[in-house]
Nanobody, 116 residues
Framework: QVQVVESGGAWVQPGGSLRLSCAVS????????MGWYRQATGKQRELVAT????????VYADNVKGRVTISRDNAKKTLSLQMHSLKPEDTAVYYC?????????WGQGTQVTVSS
């Protein structure tokens, strides 16, 4: 079965950087759209960034644009999110998402905490 596993979450000070990774097993990822989402305590899950499967076209949420970069490695079946200039409002559980044949797959999430 398809499994999605995030890693890389940590506590970081404001202004710091962090790289999140997502490993997929049970399927190829080539050709499938993927993305990063996050959910802060008491808030709804929101989109951070997505990347298409065929053209690697990226979309970023306005509140992270210019500070994060999403990338994928189809051969390694991984998705990454490089984050810079982190702010306290970036604190959330970050989730990796894969959409295969109209079915979404989610990981368990990885916690990112930005505070001093």
């Amino acid at each position: 079965q398809v499994q999605v596993v995030e890693s890389g979450g940590a506590w970081v000070q404001p202004g710091g950087s962090l790289r999140l990774s997502c490993a997929v097993s049970g399927t190829i990822i080539s050709g499938y759209n993927m993305g990063w989402y996050r959910q802060a305590t008491g808030k709804q899950r929101e989109l951070v960034a997505t990347i298409t499967g065929r053209t690697n076209t990226t979309v970023y949420a306005d509140n992270v644009k210019g500070r994060v970069t999403i990338s994928r490695d189809n051969a390694k079946k991984t998705l990454s999110l490089q984050m810079h200039s982190l702010k306290p409002e970036d604190t959330a559980v970050y989730y990796c998402n894969l959409v295969r044949n109209f079915t979404p797959y989610w990981g368990q999430g990885t916690q990112v905490t930005v505070s001093s």
